[in-house]
């Protein structure tokens, strides 16, 4: 799954069928090409993994001994990782009648509190009537503080 929203916030997530680490498969050969492929894209697109909580490994095969592996994660930009200071991801229990895969839940928490709107002078203010007499009344005003920084 990928989501880019309206305001240009970036995840992905979902299985990448693809390892990044070692210790992401139980058993077995580990190649490096793939992995440093992959890491390399996450990389170059300034992306960061959620980390994940529940379980180490996300599938499992079919055998008698079965190979565990972590392919199923979340990868997430700055600025989601900003909106979302308290995101986390949670690997539920794989229901093996179902699929091989261990299903995934991103929890976002709580987003920061939206910044005040910043303000903005609009030219047709000069031509309204009254407006230099406002500023200048409000201009005028005393200010509380007895410096800079507190007035």
């Given at each position: 799954?990928?989501?880019?929203?309206?305001?240009?916030?970036?995840?992905?997530?979902?299985?990448?069928?693809?390892?990044?680490?070692?210790?992401?498969k139980s058993r077995g050969r580990f190649d490096t090409h793939w992995p440093?492929?992959?890491?390399?894209?996450?990389?170059?697109?300034?992306?960061?993994?959620?980390?994940?909580?529940?379980?180490?490994f996300t599938w499992a095969n079919s055998l008698p001994e079965p190979t565990y592996e972590k392919l199923d994660r979340v990868l997430m930009d700055s600025d989601w990782e900003f909106k979302f200071p308290l995101v986390s991801v949670r690997a539920l229990p794989r229901i093996e009648a179902l699929s091989d895969h261990?299903?995934?839940?991103?929890?976002?928490?709580?987003p920061l509190p939206q910044r005040r709107r910043q303000?903005?002078?609009?030219?047709?203010?000069?031509?309204?009537?009254?407006?230099?007499?406002?500023?200048?009344?409000?201009?005028?005003?005393?200010?509380?503080?007895?410096?800079?920084?507190?007035r």
């Open positions: 799954m990928r989501r880019k929203a309206a305001s240009n916030l970036d995840f992905s997530g979902g299985d990448f069928n693809l390892l990044r680490y070692p210790q992401e440093f492929l992959f890491n390399a894209v996450i990389d170059s697109l300034d992306l960061r993994e959620v980390a994940m909580v529940g379980r180490q261990a299903p995934i839940l991103l929890t976002t928490g709580t303000f903005k002078f609009e030219l047709g203010w000069l031509h309204r009537g009254g407006f230099s007499d406002m500023i200048k009344f409000i201009w005028d005003k005393p200010v509380a503080g007895n410096t800079p920084i507190q």
